[in-house]
């Protein structure tokens, strides 16, 4: 079993609707979650960091954890052409610790 | 611009060759972390720098090596290339310190072809 498992897609939804992204992950110890946005051919850039269970919002964007249940989730409000894009979640068990991402799922905004 | 260089951005190499691939942090960035990332692997975690000592390893083969030199910048040797090592490679630094805050700054990638 992988230690983060994602659904890579392709995900496609219409303009404007709200999009759901999840991963699972098996580490327990896992306390720092991110979300991370990837263009084509560039290199992943931060969108969310949060620390253990929780919720955060930022513009339209809000990242969920439930460690209880070892699932984290981003959702996108609104949603843009822009933001089409792959979206990799990432853990690390401390801030010392290695940072372990998962495979990224594609998605794309239908105008 | 994350302010992360590497270079080159594309290699075409031969199975059983070597190349090195070389990465610049952010200004006064002191980690510095090598990941792979291909369709099937995702993005792989290989080896993470600090201040030119290792800090972290992930499933980096025994075939590559790296190390960070006194200016920051560092160097991910690849050796007896086969065909499945062809991916992207990333580096990547995280802002000045040993704790990371989650952001990790990436370069644009050096794309290695293994023919």
Redesign the interface.
């Known amino acids: 079993q992988k230690e983060v498992e994602?659904d890579p897609g392709p995900l496609s939804v219409p303009e404007g609707a709200i999009v759901s992204l999840n991963c699972t992950y098996s580490n327990s110890a896992f306390q720092?979650f991110?979300w991370y946005r990837q263009y084509s051919?560039?290199?992943?850039?931060?969108l969310m960091?949060t620390y253990s269970s929780g919720n955060k919002e930022d513009g339209r964007f809000t990242a969920q954890v439930d460690k209880s249940s070892k699932y984290i989730s981003l959702f996108i409000r609104d949603s843009q052409p822009s933001d089409s894009a792959t979206y990799?979640c990432?853990m690390?068990a401390s801030?010392?610790?290695?940072?372990?991402?998962?495979?990224?799922t594609r998605l794309h905004i239908l105008p | 611009d994350s302010g992360v260089t590497q270079t080159p951005k594309h290699l075409i190499t031969a199975t059983g060759q070597r190349v090195t691939l070389r990465c610049s942090p952010r200004s006064g960035d002191l980690s510095v972390y090598w990941y792979q990332q291909s369709l099937d692997q995702g993005l792989q975690f290989l080896i993470q720098y600090y201040n030119g000592e290792e800090r972290a390893k992930g499933n980096i083969l025994e075939r590559f090596s790296a190390q960070q030199f006194p200016d920051l910048h560092s160097e991910l040797n690849l050796s007896s290339l086969e065909l499945g090592d062809s991916a992207l490679y990333f580096c990547a630094s995280s802002v000045r310190g040993m704790l990371h805050t989650g952001e990790l700054f990436f370069g644009e990638g050096s794309r290695l072809t293994v023919l």
């Not at chain 1, 051919?41 to 931060?46: A, C, I």
């Open positions: 994602q720092y991110m051919r560039k290199g992943p850039e931060l960091y990799l990432a690390s801030r010392d610790d290695k940072i372990i991402f998962g495979k990224g």
